[in-house]
């Protein structure tokens, strides 16, 4: 897979980013997102497959991406299809710091250090490639303004940004409610993108040991209310650092 094309969870990542705080948006709603997002790519890639409500690896050859790459390995080991939501609720330490870790890397967000309280280290992550920020947004918006149906790309970062709480983000307000009403329906243009963020929302609302779904994932679904709030959609509090090393782990590579 060539890296001239975003991921998902990196588009998820930079949908999330607040420009006026640094901050992630939802940020623990997000975790699942990133991790549901994995999927989603892997799939596009070619390297799973959704068997009912389980995710199963058709094809365990790497993609070239560390991160997705230890997803599928991580994946694979597993001997069978993993429900998605037993995956996306599974531990996963660091992935929100290893993609944020990551876009820095590539240039598109750089890391303002600072102190919470006076005392605390933190660190903001400001968006530099704002042009890439913007046409993912004006992706999104076309998708809703337009009515027209999006690509499964653009389907599916929709349908993960409704379940991971980044409406009121993205379409704050009364004014954005109808928006908001629409991003959430886009969620029926892809049914592995629909399936995983089922299975996010799942997770939050803590269904996670209930068992298979009885409708498929793209089957209207998309009505149900949205997911459990997990904190504010904009303004969310700095995380503090443990350490100037601790900021910047990467978690799985």
């Known amino acids: 897979m060539g890296r001239s094309r975003r991921t998902i ?8 980013l607040d420009p006026a705080t640094g901050t992630t948006a939802q940020p623990q709603s997000l975790d699942l997102g990133l991790a549901g997002a994995q999927l989603v790519e892997l799939a596009m890639a070619g390297r799973i497959a959704p068997d009912g409500d389980r995710i199963a690896v058709v094809l365990p ?4 991406d560390p991160t997705l790459d230890s997803a599928l ?9 993993v429900r998605a939501v037993h995956w996306i609720g599974g531990p996963r330490l660091g992935l929100r710091q290893t993609y944020l870790t990551h876009l820095e890397r590539c240039g598109m967000v750089h ?3 600072g102190q919470m309280c006076g005392v605390l280290p933190t660190t903001r992550y400001q968006a530099t ?8 947004r004006t992706r999104l918006d076309t998708a809703i303004r337009t009515g027209v149906p999006p690509d499964p790309r653009t389907a599916a970062l929709a349908a993960l940004a409704h379940a991971v709480g980044l409406g009121k983000h993205l379409y704050p ?9 629409r ?6 243009h892809d049914p592995m993108g629909g399936l995983v963020a089922h299975a996010v929302m799942d997770v939050q609302n803590g269904v996670a040991a209930a068992g298979p779904r009885r409708a498929a994932a793209g089957s209207g679904r998309g009505q ?3 997911p459990a709030a997990s904190g504010r959609a904009g303004g969310v509090p700095e995380q503090p650092r443990r350490g100037a090393g601790m900021a910047r782990v990467a978690g799985v590579r």
Request: glycine share 10%.
């Open 61 to 64: 050859r790497p993609t070239g």
């Open 9 to 16: 969870p990196e588009e998820l990542l930079l949908l999330a």
């Open 224 to 226: 149900r209310s949205g």
């Open 129 to 136: 490639e704002t042009a890439i920020s913007r046409e993912i």
């Open 173 to 181: 307000g009364n004014e954005g409610r109808s928006c908001r009403s």
């Open 73 to 81: 390995e991580l994946l694979r080991r597993r001997g069978s299809p």
């Open 111 to 113: 890391a303002v250090n």
């Open 183 to 188: 991003l959430r329906d886009l969620i029926r």
